[in-house]
């Protein structure tokens, strides 16, 4: 049995040692996060579309128009760091 520490930390002391990390490992970090993370956050999306789509049908215009707004978002939010 290896010898080891356990550590519980709150998100607010996680976010406090990810402030810490130079910048190649906070991207490093974030592509880490972003694989173990992408199934989850495109089901949000697809469930998003689905649910609104059962109450209320969508035009090809008006998923064009969705699919358009989430890629500038993205866009934004990985462009913000760098200004």
Known sequence: MA???????????VETLV??????DKI????????QTWAKRLDDVVSRISKRFKENPLSEK???NMCDQKRQELYNA??????
């Open 78 to 83: 990985r462009t913000k760091s760098r200004h």
């Open 28 to 35: 490093r970090l974030i592509r880490k996060l972003e694989t």
């Open 62 to 64: 008006e998923i064009k």
């Open 3 to 13: 010898n080891g520490v356990m550590l519980k930390l709150s998100s607010a002391q």
């Open 19 to 24: 402030n810490r990390l130079s910048i190649e």
